[in-house]
């Protein structure tokens, strides 16, 4: 049984204790990622999450029926405390499988339809771009271990800066933050009340826009140099991409430096031809990796080659398959000739 748009899950679910000084314990420790940003253009990937809300085990669904016209799915609760009591309306968040069949994937969560669901149950929409499946099927889900995180936004990024991000009502003035998109980058800039988030052209307040987990974010710092902290916990399962053919923006999901070689960057590892990696010995021809260089303030671009396993940049004839190129204060940006919906990278810790 598989539904292509929303879903409702039941969860066993507890609330997550909070661990004390020294403690270990099967939940992530807290950690951080500290960086030193120049004027001008700087990357970052976003590599830690927040902190778990909830916490259960995903049971076998049924498809019921509320009268809203959309699939749903409902299952047993075994827990006092629920999804609504954790969720605040209007705000984002999704659900990660972090153990089971469906390990490392991705579903975002319909705030306002679980709000009003019986205790116990999720709404999932299936047909956001932020759902790594747009269809799931009762068996994979079934005794998944699952946990609800709230989403990164622009306004949190805001506050991940020190001293704090300068606004002005002129684009050309202010400190922004450029997302990349299928036409390419769009920039958003803090107004001057240092408060709402704009885009060229529009006048909507774009402060609780999402950065979804998979993607990072280019950082144009007119106002002087800053320290960038990013404070949360290391993910500790498996991290899925939805890779698309042509450019997209992507992260490792692991707070650590990563090569091709772990990011799965090679062909024949697993994929049927048609989701692979292609090499060539011409870079223009070959799947590639860019990943930006504040140095220069461009990117620096490194290609498969025909055997489908050796990385080089243009002009060398290094191998760079097993070199941490990808690391989490960076941004990247991946070619591809082949999309791949099921492309996972492995926990390196």
């Keep these: ?171 050309a003035l202010a400190d922004s933050v450029l997302v990349f998109g299928g036409s390419g980058f769009t920039t958003y800039f803090l107004r001057s009340d240092n408060l709402v988030w704009r885009r060229a052209g529009s006048t909507t307040d774009f402060s609780g826009m999402v950065i979804a987990p998979e993607e990072g974010v280019l950082i144009q710092l007119r106002s002087g140099g800053k320290v960038m902290t990013h404070a949360g916990a290391p993910r500790m399962n498996d991290f899925r991409l939805n890779i698309k053919s042509g450019f997209m923006p992507a992260c490792t999901g692991f707070a650590v430096d990563m090569s091709p070689l772990q990011f799965g960057a090679v062909t024949n590892a697993g994929p049927a031809p048609a989701n692979d990696w292609v090499g060539n010995n011409a870079q223009a021809a070959a799947d590639g990796i860019q990943v930006f260089d504040p140095a220069k303030g461009s990117f620096t671009g490194y290609y498969l080659r025909a055997d489908g396993v050796s990385w080089r940049t243009a002009g060398s004839t290094t191998v760079l398959t097993g070199v941490s190129l990808l690391r989490p204060d960076t941004f990247f940006l991946v070619k591809r000739a082949n999309p791949n919906p099921a492309h996972l990278i492995l926990r390196p810790y």
Aim: glycine share 8%; net charge negative; hydrophobic share 45%.
């Design 1 to 171: 049984m598989s539904l292509m748009r929303h879903l409702i899950l039941t969860l066993a679910i507890s609330a997550l204790p909070c661990l004390s000084s020294g403690e270990t314990a099967a939940s992530p420790a807290s950690a951080s990622v500290g960086k030193t940003l120049s004027t001008g253009l700087s990357g970052f990937g976003f590599p830690l999450v927040e902190a778990d809300l909830l916490t259960g085990t995903a049971g076998v669904f049924a498809s019921v029926t509320d009268g809203s016209g959309s699939p749903r799915l409902s299952l047993p609760v075994s827990a006092a405390t629920t999804p609504a009591d954790v969720l605040v309306a209007g705000r984002p968040y999704y659900l990660e499988v972090t153990a089971g069949q469906l390990e490392g994937e991705r579903f975002e969560i319909d705030v306002a339809t679980t709000l009003t669901l019986v205790a116990g149950r999720v709404a999932l929409d299936l047909t956001s771009p932020r759902s790594s499946l747009a269809a799931v099927s009762s068996a994979s889900l079934n005794s998944c271990t699952v946990v609800i995180r709230p989403h990164l936004t622009l306004a949190k990024i805001q506050g991940m800066f020190s001293p704090a991000l300068v606004g002005n009502n002129n684009a």
